[in-house]
């Protein structure tokens, strides 16, 4: 069974540009969560999405937004990049929500110059 | 709201030792679930462990093992006999069901720990 895959690995943009992100859950998974990991916020929840809705999110500008297509597949984008938006950008997907256990991707590693 | 304080921000031990890593959490919500998770070089966070508020039941796996104790908010994991392999970032996260259902998961700061041959 394929694993939690993100795309792309690493990324480089430059401040005021836009990011889309993207995350293919294991087959089966309608939940799909993201994370931001920083070296000083530790990991902080963006948003759930739970059969094309989201759930529930985290406490992000709204320059932060996702959505979730009929295949579970899932998309972030981040608008308007600030410098402080450089991190790792983590996914994970679970049969029905975070109360399971997770499976995460390898991350998407975004750098904004 | 919920919170996880992992105290420990860097462990180093030698190979062979054995290592507790604390973790202690905070919430209102009557059922509650604990995790563990291990994050190596690689970026990608795995899954160790899932307890939920209602089994205290302290549990072992090879050599790890876990200390759930509602008395003390702690959900304490032992690895024995530590390996290099053993060496990465460990993060305990922690979701609960309120009222509007499923909580997001509230990961700890991690605890990075060395294993030296």
């Known amino acids: 069974k394929a694993g939690v895959t993100q795309t792309p690995r690493y990324l480089i943009k430059t401040r005021g540009q836009q990011v889309t992100l993207s995350c293919s859950p294991i087959?089966?998974?309608?939940?799909v969560s993201w994370y931001q990991q920083t070296p000083g916020q530790g990991l902080q929840f963006l948003f759930e999405?739970?059969?094309?809705?989201?759930?529930n999110k985290g406490n992000f500008p709204g320059r932060f937004s996702g959505r979730q297509f009929s295949n579970s597949r899932s998309e972030m984008n981040v608008s308007t990049l600030e410098l402080g938006d450089s991190a790792l950008y983590l996914c994970?997907?679970?049969?029905?929500?975070?109360?399971?256990?997770?499976?995460f991707g390898s991350g998407t590693q975004l750098s904004v110059l | 709201a919920q919170k996880v304080t992992q105290a420990q921000t860097e462990i180093s031990v030698v190979e062979k030792e054995d290592v507790t890593l604390d973790c202690v959490y905070e919430?209102?919500?009557?059922?509650?679930?604990l995790f563990w998770y291990k994050q190596p070089p690689s970026g990608e966070l795995v899954f160790l462990i899932r307890?939920?508020?209602?089994?205290?039941q302290n549990e072992i796996s090879g050599r790890y093992s876990w200390n759930f104790q509602k008395s003390t908010s702690s959900f304490n994991f032992t690895i024995t006999a530590s390996q290099v392999v053993d060496s990465a970032v460990y993060f305990c996260?922690?979701?609960?069901?309120?009222?509007?259902?499923?909580?997001?998961?509230?990961f700890g700061k991690g605890t990075r720990l060395s294993v030296i041959a």
């Open positions: 994970a997907s679970s049969l029905t929500g975070t109360n399971e256990k997770l499976f």
């Open positions: 087959s089966g998974h309608r939940s």
């Open positions: 999405y739970f059969s094309e809705t989201q759930r």
């Open positions: 919430t209102r919500d009557t059922t509650y679930y």
């Open positions: 307890r939920n508020s209602f089994d205290e």
């Open positions: 996260a922690l979701s609960t069901n309120d009222p509007s259902g499923n909580t997001p998961l509230v």
